[in-house]
T-cell receptor, first 112, second 119 residues
Framework: DGGITQSPKYLFRKEGQNVTLSCEQN?????MYWYRQDPGQGLRLIYY???????QKGDIAEGYSVSREKKESFPLTVTSAQKNPTAFYLC???????????FGPGTRLTVT | AQKITQTQPGMFVQEKEAVTLDCTYD???????LFWYKQPSSGEMIFLIY??????QNATEGRYSLNFQKARKSANLVISASQLGDSAMYFC????????????????FGQGTILTVHP
């Protein structure tokens, strides 16, 4: 079945450590996105990528980094520079001729 | 900058009744898209319905319909015949155009409305 996978579902880290969240899609979509969601809030865009080896900052990119070496993969690294990393992270993808973004199941990151 | 406002933090509805979730938006773009997503407690985002700014008719998808009032910049979601499984967080979102006028599909989300369906 085609879809987006994010792993792991729950992730725990100590403050000061970098952590990488995985996002893989087998939908052959060109565009991929990372969003952050805080409790009781809407989603905010962190980074997005339209094609391989290219990506742009979203509204809250500080303290995060991404790479897009393969079409199907768009990993997000939460660095120690991110002041409040504890949140729910959602990855999404979209084909070029579609308006709908498909979302993965999300990763809940807790940093203590 | 684009902005989405959902003024209802929480809504309650009786099973089998209809409910309207409010959404207003602010944009200077002439071409834009409006979306509604459902987020159950599991966290996944489920696409419900889409309305393009040039669409003349209101969008409908099964029990979901979008009451699009362009002059008032509102895009309310109407759920008919509510079911217990409709209890979830609902988000209104707008597709953003970039400086070149093309859409990269970036979405701006509202704060969400928690819908609770009572038996």
């Amino acid at each position: 079945d085609g879809g987006i996978t994010q792993s792991p579902k729950y992730l725990f880290r100590k403050e000061g450590q970098n952590v990488t969240l995985s996002c893989e899609q087998n939908l052959n979509h060109d565009a991929m996105y990372w969003y952050r969601q805080d409790p009781g809030q809407g989603l905010r865009l962190i980074y997005y990528s339209q094609i391989v080896n290219d990506f742009q900052k979203g509204d809250i990119a500080e303290g995060y980094s991404v790479s897009r070496e393969k079409k199907e993969s768009f990993p997000l690294t939460v660095t120690s520079a991110q002041k409040n990393p504890t949140a729910f992270y959602l990855c999404a993808s979209k084909s070029g001729d579609s308006y709908e973004q498909y979302f993965g199941p999300g990763t809940r990151l807790t940093v203590t | 900058a684009q902005k989405i406002t959902q003024t209802q933090p929480g809504m309650f509805v009786q099973e089998k009744e209809a409910v309207t979730l409010d959404c207003t938006y602010d944009t200077s773009d002439q071409s834009y898209g409006l979306f509604w997503y459902k987020q159950p407690s599991s966290g996944e985002m489920i696409f419900l319905i889409y309305q393009g700014s040039y669409d003349e008719q209101n969008a409908t998808e099964g029990r979901y319909s979008l009451n699009f009032q362009k002059a008032r910049k509102s895009a309310n979601l109407v759920i008919s015949a509510s079911q217990l499984g409709d209890s979830a967080m609902y988000f209104c979102a707008m597709r953003e155009l970039d400086a070149g006028g093309t859409s990269y599909g970036k979405l701006t989300f509202g704060q969400g409305t928690i819908l609770t369906v009572h038996p």
